[in-house]
Antibody
Framework: EVQLVESGGGLVQPGRSLRLSCAAS????????MHWVRQAPGKGLEWVSG????????DYADSVKGRFTISRDNAKNSLYLQMNSLRAEDTALYYC????????????WGQGTLVTVSS | EIVLTQSPATLSLSPGERATLSCRAS??????LAWYQQKPGQPPRLLIY???NRATGIPARFSGSGSGTDFTLTISSLDPEDFAVYYC?????????FGQGTKVEIK
C-alpha cells in the first residue's frame, strides 16, 4: 500500500523559513517523480514544485521560484521542501504527491501538513 | 499558461441521479487532462487520467470524455459517497494547472 506522510508544518512568522518532509513507502521511491501541491484554506489546488526520480529535472511554480527548494533522498525514501522568505500567501495545507511520471498526473497523495505564516 | 474553467461551480443532485461536470481549457491540451475527487478533510484522489482512463480502483460509474479544449466527467448514478468537490488538471503545458473545482452537493 502506497503511503505518503508529510511533516514539518507549523506556525511561522513572515520572512522566516520552514522545511517540510515527506516519508514514502509501499512503492519503489526512486522510480518515480514526486511533487508538492498546496491548498490554501477553503481554496483550490496549486502545484508548487516537482522533482524527477534522479533529481535531474526540477520545476517550480512562479509564485515560489527563488524562495523554495525541492529535494529528495532516495536512500531514505524521502522528499523535502525548503521554504524560505515565507509570506502570508504561502499559508496552506501542503501535500506530497507521487507522479505517474515526471510531468504528468498525481496518483497518490499524503494527508498534508499545514503551514501558517502569520505574525 | 493554460487556464482551466470548470462549470457549474455547484451541482445539486439527488443520489441515483446522473452528474455531468465540465472542464474547459483556454487552449488545446490534447487529451492530457485528469479528474480528481476531494472529500472534506481528505486529500484529492485521482479518478481519470488522459481524459478517459479510469485510475486504479475507480468504479465504472465514473467516466471521462473529451479532447482539445472541452472535457466532461460523468457520474452515471450518484452514490452517497460521491458528494464531493471535483477538480480537473492539465499536463499538456507544464507547469500543471487545476480548475477551480465543482462541488457536487446533495439536493
Amino acid at each position: 500500500e502506497v503511503q505518503l506522510v508529510e511533516s514539518g508544518g507549523g506556525l511561522v512568522q513572515p520572512g522566516r523559513s520552514l522545511r517540510l518532509s515527506c516519508a514514502a513507502s509501499g512503492f519503489i521511491f526512486d522510480d518515480y517523480a514526486m511533487h508538492w501541491v498546496r491548498q490554501a484554506p477553503g481554496k483550490g489546488l496549486e502545484w508548487v514544485s516537482g522533482i524527477s526520480w534522479n533529481s535531474g529535472s526540477i520545476d517550480y511554480a512562479d509564485s515560489v521560484k527563488g524562495r523554495f527548494t525541492i529535494s529528495r533522498d532516495n536512500a531514505k525514501n524521502s522528499l523535502y521542501l525548503q521554504m524560505n522568505s515565507l509570506r502570508a500567501e504561502d499559508t496552506a495545507l501542503y501535500y506530497c504527491a507521487k507522479g505517474r511520471s515526471y510531468r504528468a498526473y498525481f496518483d497518490y497523495w499524503g494527508q498534508g501538513t499545514l503551514v501558517t505564516v502569520s505574525s | 499558461e493554460i487556464v482551466l474553467t470548470q462549470s457549474p461551480a455547484t451541482l445539486s443532485l439527488s443520489p441515483g441521479e446522473r452528474a455531468t461536470l465540465s472542464c474547459r481549457a483556454s487552449q488545446s491540451v490534447s487529451r492530457y487532462l485528469a479528474w480528481y475527487q476531494q472529500k472534506p478533510g481528505q486529500p484529492p484522489r485521482l479518478l481519470i487520467y488522459d481524459a478517459s482512463n479510469r485510475a486504479t480502483g475507480i468504479p465504472a460509474r465514473f467516466s471521462g470524455s473529451g479532447s482539445g479544449t472541452d472535457f466532461t466527467l460523468t457520474i452515471s448514478s450518484l452514490d452517497p459517497e460521491d458528494f464531493a468537490v471535483y477538480y480537473c488538471q492539465q499536463r499538456s503545458n507544464w507547469p500543471p494547472g487545476f480548475g477551480q473545482g465543482t462541488k457536487v452537493e446533495i439536493k
